[in-house]
C-alpha cells in the first residue's frame, strides 16, 4: 500500500498539481460556474414551468399540464434565449478571467472575445436574411468549444500587443474611462478583422461556419466522453487525487467542464423539443448523484460519526454533520481524515465508483429520467435529483438509495478505524492517568 502511495505521490501529483493551477483551465471553470451558471439556472425555471414532471399522475400535474399548454411557447422564450447564448456567456467570461490573471482590463478583453466569437457564429453573407433562429444553436450549447478557444486567443493576443505597446497611450489627467477606451482600442482593430476574414475564408469554402467546422471536429470526443469508461475514468481521478488532498473535482472538471455543458444543453434542447435526450456524464451526474455530501459520497458516514464510540470522531461528525448536508465535507476528508488514510479510502473510491455504474445504467435504460438542469452543488439530498432531472421524483430518491449503498461500503472500514482510534483513546486515557498518578506521588 505505501509503495502505491508513494508512486502516485511521485508521479502523478506534480503534473495534476500544475494541471488544477493552469490559467486556461481555471479561466475556462470561472467562466461556466461564475457567469455561465446564474443564464442557465434561471433559463431552466422556465423549462421546469412549461414541462410538467407528466409521470407523476396527480390531478395538480395534469391542471398545470392543461393549464400551460395555450402558452407554452412563450414561456419557453426566456429559456430558449437564455440556453441560446450560453456560449456567448462563456465567451465573455473565459475573456474576463484570463484577461484578470493576464493584468487586462478584464471587461474590455471579455468584450473583445464575446465580440471575436459572436462574429464566428454567422454566415458571411447578407445578414439581414440569416434568421436569428437558425444559428441559436450556435450561439448556445453548440458553440462552446469555439467560445473557449477565442476567448484564450483573443485574449492572449490582446495581452501580447498591449506588452508590445500595441495600444494608444494617453497623458495623465484623462479621465480613466477614455484611457480604457484607447488602451484596447488597437487590440480591437486588429483581432476583429482578423477573425471576421478567417469566418469568410471557412464559409467561402465549405459553407459552414467556424463553430459548426469545430462541432464536428469535436463530436467524437464528446460522444466518448459521454461513455462509461469515461464516466469511471473521470470519478476515478476525482477520488484518487482527493484521497491525496488535492481537489479531485476541479482538476478533472477543469479539462472535462466543455464536454458535460455539451451534453447538459444537447439534453435541455432534446427534452424541450419533445425528443429523447441521451446525455449521461453531466456535471450534475457527478455532483448530484455521486458526490452525495460531498465528494465520495460520504452522507452515511457523517451519520456514522455522530454516534461514534471515538471521541475524536464524534467531535469531527458534530462539525460535519451540518455542511455535509450541503455537500460540502471538507471537515471529513481532512478532520477524520480520509486524506492519506490507508483505511477510509478505500471506501471513498469503492463506494462512488459503484453509485456511477448503478446511475449509468439506470439512465442508460432511461429508468433514470435525463438530466436537463444544473442545480447549485450545494442543493441537499433529494431536492437536488429532483431538481436536475426537472421535477421527478424517482431521481430524488435515487440520491437517497445511493447515499444509502455508499454507508453500507463505509460501514466495516468506518468501524475499522473507530476500533483503532477507541483503542488509542484509551491507551492515552491511561497514560494521562499514570501520569497524574506518578505526580500525585
Do not use: C
Amino acid at each position: 500500500m505505501n509503495g502505491v502511495l508513494n508512486w502516485v505521490e511521485d508521479k502523478l501529483m506534480g503534473p495534476l498539481g500544475k494541471m488544477a493551477q493552469n490559467i486556461y483551465l481555471q479561466s475556462i471553470r470561472d467562466a461556466f460556474v461564475i457567469f455561465a451558471l446564474p443564464v442557465i439556472l434561471t433559463g431552466a425555471l422556465f423549462l421546469i414551468i412549461a414541462n410538467p414532471p407528466t409521470t407523476v399522475n396527480w390531478g395538480i400535474i395534469h391542471a398545470w399540464e392543461n393549464g400551460i399548454k395555450p402558452i407554452q411557447a412563450q414561456i419557453m422564450f426566456p429559456f430558449n434565449l437564455t440556453f441560446g447564448i450560453m456560449a456567448v456567456t462563456v465567451a465573455f467570461g473565459v475573456g474576463y478571467s484570463l484577461g484578470e490573471r493576464r493584468g487586462l482590463d478584464s471587461v474590455m478583453s471579455g468584450i473583445l472575445s464575446m465580440l471575436a466569437f459572436f462574429m464566428t457564429a454567422f454566415p458571411v453573407t447578407d445578414i439581414s436574411k440569416v434568421p436569428f433562429g437558425q444559428i441559436l444553436n450556435y450561439l448556445g450549447g453548440q458553440g462552446l468549444f469555439v467560445a473557449i478557444i477565442l476567448g484564450i486567443l483573443t485574449t492572449e493576443f490582446m495581452s501580447f500587443l498591449i506588452s508590445k505597446g500595441f495600444a494608444f497611450e494617453m497623458p495623465a489627467g484623462v479621465p480613466p474611462y477614455v484611457m480604457r477606451v484607447f488602451r484596447a482600442l488597437v487590440p480591437f482593430m486588429l483581432t476583429l478583422p482578423i477573425v471576421w476574414a478567417l469566418e469568410w475564408i471557412v464559409w467561402a469554402n465549405f459553407h459552414i461556419t467556424i463553430p459548426q467546422a469545430v462541432l464536428d471536429l469535436f463530436s467524437p470526443l464528446v460522444s466518448a466522453s459521454n461513455s462509461y469508461p469515461a464516466a469511471l475514468g473521470m470519478i476515478f481521478l476525482m477520488l484518487l487525487l482527493w484521497s491525496m488532498g488535492i481537489h479531485g473535482m476541479n482538476v478533472v472538471s477543469s479539462v472535462a467542464y466543455p464536454f458535460w455543458m455539451s451534453q447538459l444543453a444537447a439534453n435541455t434542447n432534446a427534452v424541450a423539443a419533445g425528443h429523447v435526450a441521451h446525455g449521461i456524464v453531466t456535471e450534475p451526474f457527478f455532483h448530484m448523484f455521486a458526490h452525495i455530501g460531498g465528494s465520495g459520497a460520504t452522507f452515511g458516514l457523517a451519520l456514522f460519526m455522530l454516534f461514534s464510540k471515538s471521541q475524536q470522531i464524534k467531535q469531527v461528525g458534530k462539525t460535519a454533520i451540518v455542511p455535509t448536508l450541503f455537500n460540502i465535507n471538507e471537515p471529513i476528508l481532512f478532520g477524520l481524515p480520509i486524506v492519506l488514510n490507508p483505511i477510509m479510502f478505500i471506501p471513498f473510491i469503492i463506494g462512488p465508483i459503484i453509485i456511477v455504474t448503478i446511475n449509468y445504467i439506470l439512465f442508460a435504460t432511461h429508468l433514470l429520467p435525463p438530466v436537463i438542469i444544473q442545480p447549485p452543488f450545494t442543493v441537499p439530498i433529494f431536492l437536488g435529483g429532483f431538481i436536475a432531472t426537472g421535477g421527478h421524483f424517482f431521481a430524488g430518491l435515487m440520491q437517497v438509495i445511493d447515499a444509502a449503498i455508499a454507508a453500507v461500503i463505509y460501514w466495516p472500514f468506518f468501524k475499522k478505524y473507530e476500533a483503532t482510534l477507541v483503542e488509542q483513546e484509551k491507551k492515552g486515557a491511561e497514560q494521562t492517568a499514570s501520569d497524574t498518578n506518578s505526580v500525585t506521588l
